[in-house]
């Protein structure tokens, strides 16, 4: 579907991408993810034909994005950081425009602008001026321009920026719906919303990729973070003896509350957190203490995240 | 290219653009055939032209100057590099518009000559030349202020260039007189020239080599012709002022020539700058 090649882009000395390679196959939702400023922005515009690369290339469904830029723009829609709408006109004629643009004609253009209105939920406000619409309504036009010529591939760059909850909500809605009939690929730092609707996820930093795999996939790399943390009203010594009996919990971390309660944070290299948290529980009923409260901790996409994009100085200086 | 088209125009007729420029190019052709035409009673319209041509240095930046430029402030232009268009037909398309929105209103005026007749002998041969040609120029001009305003996303800044350039072009011929007309003096601009075209490419193409190689290379050229033979810097520079006045070959018209040779210069500079707004929108993909 699409190939992405040994991709480098410089603005003068600084380098945005560096030697970018992936593939991405027919339907399904990818993840861009990334800290501020770690080229995500400027793939997806060289991916769409908007900006240049100084190197590699860019095959949209054998399509190469510099030499057949026409054909292969026909197979992708985009939404950039920015909704880029005319302000002094209604969505119904920017996506008038937008479908002529794009090649659609009479009835054809009819149906689709009829059929995006709809995807979008913007057909209450489609004879509206863009510049009064709310900031979850423009991004809508600009995913509903994104729509139309039915590209097989969207690209979104951080569509849920700046929206209040309900919006993102039903942003992501839109986006999982548009997952099933088309191959989504949307940027974003934000971890949960990746998690929330992506089947895969590329992790960029500093321009390279460091990881390409299924949520899932990527919180297992991670297995020796799993953790139990629970409060007991129990001494900080009674705890020490009671995790010592314990095998499979290696250290731990006690912190004393004003409550009584003592917070108690264990790791553990087992796979089943399960059994211990049993046995935890069992040793501190023994022992008439109570448990207030016991949770599971498995290492989650975060810290995946933070372990892969740290140690490279973590913040780019953009 | 169509769909740029239709797009332009029903941008200009639904914000006040179309309407003032019109206002404005109406105005001043009325305000000329009130005192050429009925106060002092001259049969010939084409001098109304000739009169109302400086407007251009008004009602051209009004109408060119957010033509690119908006697009820019608005981030709109990332749509337009995305959509399956090339960008010589958003050009082109933009153009044409800004073309439509000038015809308008000189579709009224050409009416006037055809009323003058009704009172008088109008030779109307040369007053529809004049027209013709009035046409052509402004079409010029039209076409360097869209380049004008696709070096910048400031619409204020794209007019405020686009003036004093149509103001320098229109008493180039002026200027032409006061100029050295020596050999070493116009020998002496041209190195000038060179040096500043130097500029111009170092900072579009971020290329020292390239623009020193260009500029150096003129310079010697220069330095040859004039140490071979500096009778051929006689008078350049005037000459040059005035070849390259877009004005001046209106008057030919309006003194009743019709001239080949301007209509094909007016042509020229069209696909000059229409060329170089291409070039300037391609190259925002490059940076």
Redesign the interface.
């Known amino acids: 579907m699409i190939t992405v090649e040994h991709l480098t882009k410089c603005y003068g000395d600084f380098t945005a991408v560096s030697n970018l390679s992936f593939e991405i196959d027919e339907g399904q939702v990818y993840g861009f993810l990334g800290p501020n400023g770690a080229g995500k922005s400027t793939t997806m515009n060289i991916m769409t034909g908007c900006l240049s690369a100084t190197e590699g290339c860019v095959w949209i469904n054998g399509h190469d994005i510099f030499e057949e830029p026409e054909q292969a723009k026909r197979a992708i829609g985009y939404l950039p950081e920015q909704p880029p709408l005319y302000m002094n006109e209604t969505p119904a004629e920017y996506l008038k425009f937008v479908g002529e643009a794009k090649g659609l004609r009479g009835r054809e253009l009819q149906r689709q602008i009829e059929e995006v209105l709809r995807q979008a939920k913007i057909g209450h406000v489609k004879d509206r001026l863009i510049s009064a619409l709310s900031k979850g309504y423009r991004q809508r036009v600009g995913i509903a321009q994104a729509l139309l010529g039915n590209p097989e591939v969207i690209i979104l760059d951080e569509p849920t920026v700046g929206l209040d909850p309900i919006q993102i909500i039903e942003i992501r809605d839109l986006i999982r719906q548009l997952g099933e009939t088309h191959t989504v690929i949307l940027s974003s730092h934000i971890l949960s919303e990746v998690q929330a609707i992506c089947e895969k996820v590329l992790i960029i930093s500093q321009g390279k990729l460091v990881a390409f795999d299924r949520p899932e996939n990527l919180e297992k790399l991670l297995l020796a973070s799993n953790g139990i943390s629970f409060t007991a009203e129990a001494s900080e010594e009674e705890i020490g003896e009671v995790l010592g009996s314990i095998s499979h919990i290696a250290e731990w971390e006690i912190q004393v509350q004003e409550d009584g309660g003592t917070k108690v944070f264990a790791r553990t290299e087992s796979e089943n957190v399960k059994d211990i948290c049993r046995e935890l529980f069992f040793a501190f009923a023994d022992r008439k203490k109570a448990i207030l409260e016991i949770s599971s901790r498995k290492a989650n996409l975060e810290d995946v995240f933070i372990e892969l994009t740290e140690g490279e100085s973590g913040v780019t200086e953009e | 290219m169509?769909?740029?088209l239709?797009?332009e125009l029903?941008?200009y007729f639904?914000?006040l653009t179309a309407y003032i420029f019109s206002a404005f190019l109406l105005a001043f052709v009325g305000i000329g055939a009130l005192i050429y035409n009925i106060q002092s009673a001259v049969a010939n319209f084409e001098y109304v032209l000739g009169y109302v041509c400086l407007g251009f240095a008004v009602i051209i930046p009004i109408l060119t100057m957010r033509v690119i430029a908006e697009e820019r402030k608005?981030?709109?232009?990332?749509?337009l590099?995305?959509?399956?268009?090339?960008t010589s037909q958003i050009v082109m398309g933009k153009y044409f518009a800004l073309l439509t929105v000038y015809l308008v209103p000189l579709c009224i005026v050409a009416v006037y000559p055809i009323i003058f007749a009704q009172f008088g002998e109008v030779y109307l041969p040369t007053s529809y030349g004049s027209l013709f040609a009035f046409f052509m120029m402004g079409a010029a001009m039209i076409a360097a202020g869209t380049f004008i305003s696709s070096l910048t996303e400031n619409q204020g800044f794209a007019a405020g260039i686009a003036v004093p350039v149509i103001l320098l072009n229109y008493y180039s011929v002026t200027l032409a007189e006061y100029v050295s007309a020596t050999a070493s003096g116009s020998a002496a601009a041209l190195i000038v020239t060179a040096v500043l075209l130097g500029f111009v490419i170092r900072h579009l193409t971020?290329n020292q080599n390239l623009a020193y190689g260009v500029s150096i290379l003129i310079m010697l050229a220069v330095v040859i012709i004039y140490l071979a033979d500096s009778s051929r810097f006689e008078g350049l520079l005037p000459d040059i002022m005035t070849k390259l006045s877009l004005f001046e070959r209106f008057y030919t018209f309006v003194n009743g020539v019709f001239d080949l040779t301007a209509i094909i210069y007016y042509i020229t500079v069209i696909i000059f700058f229409l060329f170089l707004s291409v070039q300037s929108l391609e190259k925002r993909?490059?940076?």
């Open positions: 169509i769909a740029v239709k797009h029903s941008g639904h914000s608005q981030k709109t232009d990332q749509l590099y995305s959509l399956p268009i090339r971020k993909r490059y940076n």
